[in-house]
């Protein structure tokens, strides 16, 4: 047995910085997790999406032999080094990494790049569901940091999910906040007054769970939930039960993204010398994306819902039911 | 020969207003009531917790709702009209118009859903306290000769001090001890270099805060994400209901049941506008302000006013800056106060440098913002990017002489040089 | 101006740099644990704490200038990538602070760089991804309706202050906001959204829209330092050698003077607001046709910002804006290496730049505590208050 | 109590405004100190009572030498003064003006203004000053602005009292009351300096006399001296006031003013309905207490006010509404009232002063584009001309004195082709020397068959320049008089007593 190869890891993080309580996070940690004897990790942050080339550059000129970019953003920037530089792997976490032409008429994958993207919206879904059988006051809410597709599609997934629930129940719970297409959104991720007043305001308007997309934003729903005691929330992106441990008792669930896995997998693949360009899909089915356990508030969802969410996830794997983005 | 009679500035301003309004009126007939198809309900909500009367929620339909309120309007209107034409001022009539074609925005805006009002106006308050700190703030300094661009740099200083105070202490009051002193802090360096160095003073208050923003953030990455449990996790202040006064219908949730810094608040608003103008300090402070070389020649040491004053405004910023921290989310974020010193500088000026003027400019401000969230969650065919600009425009409006030509304090910005020729 | 007036003219901005830098190694170095814990021990501590802090600015100075390890194995040169990166980012930050500058000139304090640099990459990236033309002409007509976006933007402050006296301070701070969240709003509309894709992220610049690089693909320097540079002479000229620019600088130094000699104030406002917004507009289409490519919601970074810094430090002169928005720009890009290499936060170099003003706006300070005669004044721009 | 300095001296920078100067009154004494603009009265007075530190002298009071670091120390020392530049907040009541720095509180720290009031109220009695204590302090005619100035020295009781240029703003009227209140206050005991430059009033009421020039004590001299004796002894040199003019050549009318009303933003009227003309070769001199709208009518003329109704022609052509840039076009020369805020640039070299608005024109500008060399050149020779003192025309023109700097404006405005010369205040601030020279120059401009039209506050000058005499009160003209008209007349026609002979407008 020869001794494994090195490799070395290295992500390019999108602007927001490798603390911003979202998906940088996630992604840092899926790395740092399989760091070992022949795994290295390393990370570049960016200022702003100008710093994302010479970022990469940095990483080519260090010899990386995985380069993985954080952010839809990024990937432009990691497909032209790609291309530049075929020996090395890429990768990028929430998009595509499609190359396509001047009218995008035509779109290839890239030889030597892995686009990690997240159908979150499957277990959003499932959260919709959730969050309309647990509603008392028959009102359910969701906000964003700002309209970008990756926070959209927990929120519409979110929204489908209660429409479903009304209909099989012959129910109508509403949803606020996200009406399909529009929805309510803090312009940021740091005014974390506006971010209380909007929970606030959602639970005014009659809401008893809220699922914020907002990055750290979310702390401000959960802590006002302590507060106020009239909702529940929703926690994204990890298992908020884990990760926020001292909001445990309003968290009814979470919409889990399995960003690190995925980021992990794709290094230690790497190291394995096992790296393809097929790009992988997180999904209910393989488990790039579930929903945690009720822990805390287990006995407050009526068991009955929890067995037909099971069921319904089933039913997503299996395709009988579609979720859009 | 021609001899038009003059019409100054005040009449020109009085007629532009009236036509404005006048075509206001006439879009609130037309967009809220004429043009929407059907008639559907809006529900109104008094009622927040448990008030001793509890007010019945207000329903009624609306393209009803919309053509009464624009109806009132026009009446308004014409009174309005006719106080103009004695050359009185609009006052009274003009609010009560606003207030009218409002209600009349609003059937349109919430057809359908239920709004509640009381939860409109605490998320309204809720989010004017920190510009009401900060428009107090730059209120001392402006009033004392000094500007203060640097409110954003006092508040975010103030949430910092006290978000890690707080945590390392696990006790909020010990944040908000700390947080007045910090928002001082900044006031010394502001003071310093704008009195001592003479300093152009809103160069140098926007350069303050470029360094509180980079000192914070620098800070924060690096000290508080590191171990956030020891360092950014503070014990934030419970809401105080006041026995009898939080149960009073509609006022009572808004007013009292709030935290202790709401409460703070009051009590610094009542001091401040009673001592500017009825005290030995309020008296100096303005003296400064307004010509400094006449209160040096009876013995007042201006510079020495003037310090003093700057700092104490610091206090009040930093108690200010506390809110955000110790007083709301708990934990300090990077840029936390996102802009509301700038807007809070607006309220002041909106507010025409008196303590009251800044406070209901920066209600205003807050009640806006809140509207803004209120009117999306309940879902408005507005896009929500356009939504988040609503306080950004409205203080713009706000500033562009819309309330009259506003004079600042004579010699606000004017560095004071002992023996100065005049 | 002469080499020895620009000479004496470097003095304070130099000692200013100096002293930030100083205090700015102080800051790194007490906020760091390994520091902090060999605290007991002066000797150790005066160590840990110099290695640390000249690490730091080891790192600074490799991500800004030179990288010895790029050169290894490469010819010498290749070790100044880092250098290449901090003059592409330089170029649109010597063009907003001139945007900042020449508000200054007419006694505007421009702090809406941002905003109009936002207007100025949004014309200029629709023309070069939406338009086929042939090259050049895609560039000019590319550069063009930037500048007109932002120059209508920027001449709408200059508008409103003349009509209404609302002050140029409040408003492009609040334009700012606008842009940005315009920006964002105009990212999700189907014209600016890529086929088939629903990021904020609009449509690559066509090739034929992209300025020419000078060093081949692998550096990203591009004809946009010329042309910042050679606004900065026209800049120059404009000042000192037109009707316009003497009208300028009479109603910047002295407005009612200025009105007495006849010059329209107004005019002047909303012209000098008008040029500065083209400026910065200019700065934001040089931005995405020559290095970013594409228009994105943080297409703006921090120039805008980094821009009234600069234009202070080079004390709102075309010689010194040029200088220092090299300096800042190097701060910049060797300041996320540091953050890389040693970990320590790139927002230190927001402290730096802040503080290098400070000491520059207060030669008093400089001149009392370091005993050095006739130091060039930092006062040469100076802003009305509400009230001018 | 008596005040007493020795060897008083104060430098700014290179120029030394009071030189080792000596100077003692006793209580029961009124002393005047004469001595023309920038001789160093203000500077020497203000070190007195503590807004200037001095580099070198004592100051003692009742023989006791004290040290005045401050107002305070002067204020608690007796001394009382009365400001050339009125020191009164303007937006502030008289009341809170007179307890500013005194201020006596009661519950929870409230101002206790009423004591204040009661005694204001009591001295307005005493001098018959009729001071209301709650009026705004703007509101009120500078005469009245001064009593408050002098009831506030009274209500601290100032055993000194020093009153700078007082009557500068007064009606001849007004300026006899002014000094029978002084002789009263002479009976009560108490010092007077007496400062000004006004022969007449210095010999009406002094007991003694100290003159000084260019920071020295250039001599005593008694009330009874002659006035040509004090002129000589205040200038060092034998000067006549009288500019030698010979009749005025009327020409055509060059400028008609007909129903000019003007208000400020709030719609205030500063100037009602009023009505002039100005003949070709002559000076229509526009006399009147400052404040009375003459500075609003001069800014009309040029088109620097808004809210301006009636009509202006300047030969024919309505210049209302026209732009400023317009009406300079149109021929007409502007000496602002302020050369310090309006005239000039002090950050601008002096050359560039000098083409301030004729900086589009050839040879200094073509195509847009500005040449300093022309300028300079240009500069070079107006300095000639014009006699400026200056070390060089690349200066800013801050270095310049203030007869200088008046140099400047004038040659700037006379060396364009004008037919009207508007001029406010022409020497406000300049010595004598300067003086002469700014009224020949006028003179000049009226033989060359300008018309000119003259604002000024100094009845001297008007006197020694007017070829007809417009009396300003209240925003409208309440008389115009041929310069024969005697100097009572006029007075009263200031004070707004209008129901008298004279050619009433
Ligand atoms: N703060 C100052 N800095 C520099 N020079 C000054 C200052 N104040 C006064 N001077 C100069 O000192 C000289 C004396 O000024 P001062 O005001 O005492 O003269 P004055 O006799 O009062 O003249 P006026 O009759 O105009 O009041 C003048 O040349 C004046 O320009
Ligand atoms: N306020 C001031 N600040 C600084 N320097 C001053 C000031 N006033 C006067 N000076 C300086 O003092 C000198 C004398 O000024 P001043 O105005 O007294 O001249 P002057 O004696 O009145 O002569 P002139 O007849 O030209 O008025 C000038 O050179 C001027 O530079
Ligand atoms: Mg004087
Ligand atoms: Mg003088």
């Not at chain 4, 037919?419 to 700014?438: A, N």
Request: charged share 15%; proline share 3%; aromatic share 8%.
């Amino acid at each position: 047995a020869t001794a494994a190869v090195k490799t070395k890891a290295c992500l390019a993080l999108d602007t927001g910085g490798v603390d911003d309580k979202s998906f940088n996070a996630s992604s840092w940690a899926g790395a740092v997790k399989v760091k070992s004897s022949s795994i290295s990790v390393e990370y570049l942050p960016a200022a702003s999406s100008a710093d994302f080339a010479g970022n990469i550059k940095k990483f080519v000129d260090n010899k990386c032999t995985i380069i993985i970019g954080v952010g839809f953003a990024i990937s432009g920037a990691i497909i032209a080094s790609a291309k530049a530089n075929p020996t090395i792997s890429y990768a990028v976490v929430d998009d595509g990494a499609y190359d396509c032409n001047a009218d995008y008429s035509v779109c290839n994958p890239v030889a030597n790049v892995k686009g990690l993207t997240f159908a979150t919206q499957e277990a959003a879904f499932l959260a919709g569901y959730v969050a309309a059988g647990y509603s008392k006051t028959g009102i359910v809410a969701t906000y964003g940091g700002a309209p970008y597709p990756t926070v959209t599609c927990f929120m519409s997934g979110y929204k489908q999910g209660v429409d479903y629930y009304n209909t099989v129940k012959k129910k109508s719970v509403k949803v606020l906040g996200w009406d399909g297409k529009n929805g309510e959104f803090i312009g940021d991720f740091q005014n974390t007054t506006k971010a209380l007043a909007t929970s606030k305001a959602f639970e005014q308007a009659g809401a008893d769970v809220i699922m914020p997309v907002a990055g750290g934003l979310a702390a401000q729903t959960a802590q006002n939930s302590m507060t106020s005691k009239k909702s529940v929330t929703i926690w994204v992106d990890t298992d908020g039960y884990v990760s926020a441990n001292q909001f445990k008792s309003v968290l009814l669930t979470s919409v889990m993204k399995g960003l690190g896995e995925a980021v992990g997998s794709v290094i230690t693949d790497v190291s394995k010398g096992k790296f393809t360009n097929k790009s992988y899909v997180g999904t209910l089915a393989n488990k790039g994306t579930k929903i945690a356990t009720y822990h805390d508030l287990a006995k407050k969802v009526p068991s009955k819902i929890q067995n037909e969410v099971r069921a319904i996830a089933a039913d997503i794997v299996a395709g009988k039911i579609k979720v859009s983005a | 020969m021609k001899n038009k009679q003059v019409v100054s500035a005040l009449a020109k301003k009085r007629t532009r207003n009236l036509v404005i309004m006048a075509v206001l009126n006439v879009v609130s007939f037309i967009l809220f009531a004429y043009l929407p198809g059907k008639s559907q309900n809006v529900t109104f909500n008094f009622v927040l917790g448990d008030e001793w009367v509890i007010i019945h929620s207000w329903i009624i339909g609306s393209k009803f709702g919309a053509y009464c309120f624009s109806g009132l309007a026009v009446v308004f209107l014409g009174v309005a009209f006719l106080r103009a034409r004695q050359g009185k001022k609009l006052g009274a009539s003009a609010l009560a118009y606003a207030l009218s074609i409002f209600i009349a925005f609003m059937c349109w805006a919430a057809a359908g859903a239920a709004i509640s009002v009381t939860g409109l106006l605490q998320g309204g308050l809720f989010l004017a306290i920190p510009l009401v700190f900060g428009s107090l703030s730059g209120l001392i300094c402006e009033r004392s000769g000094v500007i203060n661009i640097a409110i954003e740099g006092q508040l975010l200083a103030g949430a910092f001090a006290a978000g890690v105070v707080g945590s390392l202490t696990q006790n909020a009051w010990a944040g908000l001890l700390v947080a007045p002193l910090a928002g001082a802090l900044i006031s010394l360096l502001l003071a310093t270099f704008a009195i001592k160095y003479a300093v152009d003073q809103v160069i140098l208050g926007f350069v303050i805060n470029v360094l509180v923003i980079g000192l914070t953030s620098f800070a924060s990455q690096r000290v508080l994400t590191t171990d956030s449990a020891t360092w950014n996790s503070s014990p934030i202040f419970s809401t105080i209901q006041i026995p009898v006064l939080s149960k009073i219908p509609l006022i009572g949730p808004i007013f009292f049941s709030q935290t202790i810094i709401v409460y703070m608040l009051y009590v610094i608003v009542a001091v401040i506008q009673l001592s500017l103008f009825k005290s030995k300090w309020g008296l100096r402070m303005r003296a400064v302000g307004e010509l400094p070389v006449a209160a040096e020649s009876v013995g007042i040491d201006v510079n020495k006013v003037r310090f003093r004053n700057v700092l104490i405004a610091g206090l009040v910023a930093g108690l200010g800056g506390a809110f955000f921290t110790v007083g709301s989310s708990g934990a300090f974020s990077r840029q936390m106060t996102a802009g509301m010193g700038f807007i809070a500088l607006a309220a002041l000026i909106f507010g025409k440098w008196t303590p009251l003027g800044a406070v209901a400019a920066a209600l205003l401000f807050g009640f806006a913002d809140q509207l803004r969230t209120v009117l999306s969650i309940t879902g408005t065919p507005i896009p929500s990017e356009f939504m988040v600009m609503v306080p950004y425009i409205v203080t713009i409006i706000a500033v562009s002489g819309f309330v009259g030509k506003v004079r600042a304090p004579a010699s606000d910005g004017i560095p004071y040089k002992r023996g100065g020729s005049h | 101006m002469n080499v020895k007036s620009i000479a004496r003219k470097a003095i304070l901005p130099s000692i200013a740099f100096a002293l930030a830098l100083f205090v700015g190694g102080l800051v790194i170095g007490l906020t760091d644990s390994r520091v902090l814990s060999k605290i007991s021990s002066p000797i150790s501590f005066i160590k840990i704490f110099a290695s640390t802090v000249g690490n730091a600015y080891l790192a600074l100075f490799q991500g800004a200038i030179f990288d010895p390890n790029l050169a290894e194995g490469h010819s010498f040169l290749t070790g100044f990538y880092p250098l290449s990166q901090t003059v592409v980012n330089a170029a649109p930050l010597m063009l907003c602070g001139l945007s900042v500058a020449i508000a200054f000139k007419a006694g505007l304090f421009n702090i809406g760089a941002q905003g109009q640099f936002i207007l100025g990459a949004i014309g200029a990236s629709y023309v070069g991804f939406h338009f086929k033309l042939p090259i050049v002409v895609h560039i000019l007509i590319a550069i063009f309706a930037a500048i007109v976006l932002s120059a209508l933007w920027g001449g709408f402050v200059g508008l409103l202050k003349a009509k209404t006296g609302a002050h140029e301070v409040i408003v492009t701070i609040m334009l700012n906001y606008i842009a940005a969240n315009f920006l964002l709003w105009l990212l999700g509309t189907s014209a600016f959204l890529r086929p088939g894709r629903l990021d904020p992220l609009a449509p690559p610049i066509a090739e034929s829209a992209r300025l020419l690089r000078l060093f081949g693909q692998n550096y990203s320097v591009n004809v946009g330092i010329f042309i910042s540079v050679f606004v900065a002479f026209l800049f120059w000229l404009l000042i000192n050698r037109s009707t316009w620019g003497f009208k300028t600088r009479a109603v910047g130094a002295n407005s009612s003077a200025a009105k007495t000699a006849g010059i329209s104030v107004q005019k002047i406002t909303v012209g000098t607001m008008l040029i500065a917004g083209g400026l910065s507009g200019l700065a934001g289409a040089i931005h995405v046709l020559g290095f970013q490519y594409e228009l994105t919601a943080d297409v703006a970074g921090s120039f805008g910002f980094d821009a009234i810094t600069v234009a202070l430090l080079g004390r709102g002169g075309p010689v010194g804006v040029v200088l220092a928005s090299l300096l800042f720009a190097g701060l910049r890009v060797g300041g996320s290496t540091m953050q890389a290499n040693v970990q320590v936060p790139v927002e230190i170099v927001l402290v730096i730049q802040a503080l290098v003003v400070l000491f520059i706006a207060a030669p008093g300070l400089i001149t009392r505590y370091l005993k050095i005669k006739n130091l060039e004044s930092g006062q040469e721009m100076a802003s009305k208050g509400w009230n001018g | 109590m008596s005040l007493e300095l020795q060897g008083i001296t104060k430098r700014f920078g290179g120029l030394v405004a009071n030189d080792a100067i000596d100077f003692a009154v006793a209580d029961g004494e009124i002393h005047a100190i004469l001595g023309e603009n920038g001789a160093g009265k203000s500077t020497l007075m203000n070190i007195v009572y503590g807004l200037l530190q001095p580099d070198a002298g004592t100051i003692s009071v009742d023989g006791k030498e004290l040290t005045i670091h401050s107002p305070l120390d002067s204020l608690a020392a007796g001394i009382g003064m009365v400001h050339q530049h009125f020191m009164l907040i303007p937006v502030f009541t008289v009341a809170e003006n007179i307890v500013l720095g005194h201020e006596k509180t009661g519950l929870f720290g409230k101002l206790d203004l009423a004591t204040a009031r009661e005694e204001i109220l009591r001295i307005s009695q005493e001098f018959n000053f009729d001071v209301n204590p709650d009026a705004i302090v703007e509101d009120l005619p500078v005469g009245i602005q001064q009593r408050v100035e002098i009831i506030r020295a009274l209500i601290y009781d100032a055993k000194v009292l020093i009153l700078d240029e007082p009557t500068a703003v007064l009606t001849p009227q007004e300026t006899d009351e002014l000094l029978n209140n002084l002789k009263k206050l002479r009976e009560s005991g108490r010092a007077i300096v007496f400062i000004s430059h006004k022969l007449r009033e210095v010999k009406a009421i002094a007991d003694k006399i100290t003159i000084i020039r260019r920071g020295k004590v250039v001599g005593m001299a008694s009330p009874s001296s002659e006035q040509s004796e004090l002129a000589s002894l205040m200038v060092g040199r034998e000067v006549d006031l009288k500019v030698d003019k010979e009749p005025a050549k009327i020409g055509r009318e060059v400028l008609k003013v007909s129903h000019l009303t003007i208000q400020d933003h709030t719609g205030r009227t500063l100037v009602n309905n009023i009505s002039f003309h100005v003949n070709a070769g002559e000076v229509l001199a526009i006399a009147g207490v400052q404040g009375n709208g003459q500075s609003e009518v001069a800014e009309a003329m040029l088109g620097l006010r808004d809210h301006v109704a009636g009509s202006v022609l300047v030969d024919e052509q309505e210049i209302i509404g026209k732009k400023v840039v317009d009406c300079l076009e149109l021929g007409i020369a502007y000496v602002p009232e302020s050369r310090e805020l309006d005239g000039l640039i002090s950050t601008f070299s002096i050359a560039e002063n000098l083409i301030l608005d004729t900086h589009t024109s050839a040879p200094y500008a073509k195509f847009g584009r500005y040449f300093p060399d022309a300028v300079k050149k240009v500069a070079l020779e107006r300095v000639a001309e014009f006699d400026i003192r200056a070390q060089s025309v690349a200066d800013s023109a801050s270095s310049l004195s203030g007869g200088n700097k008046q140099k400047v404006v004038l040659a700037r405005e006379l060396s364009r082709p004008v037919k009207l010369v508007i001029i406010s205040q022409p020497t406000r601030g300049l010595d004598v020397g300067s003086i002469e020279f700014v009224h020949e120059r006028i003179v000049t401009e009226r033989n060359d068959g300008k018309a000119v039209l003259l604002f000024s506050t100094e009845l001297d000058e008007v006197y020694a320049l007017a070829d007809r005499i417009a009396i300003m009160f209240k925003g409208e003209i309440i008389a115009i008089a041929e310069p024969t008209i005697s100097r009572e007349e006029l007075g009263l026609f200031m004070a707004g007593v209008s129901s008298q002979k004279g050619v009433s407008a």
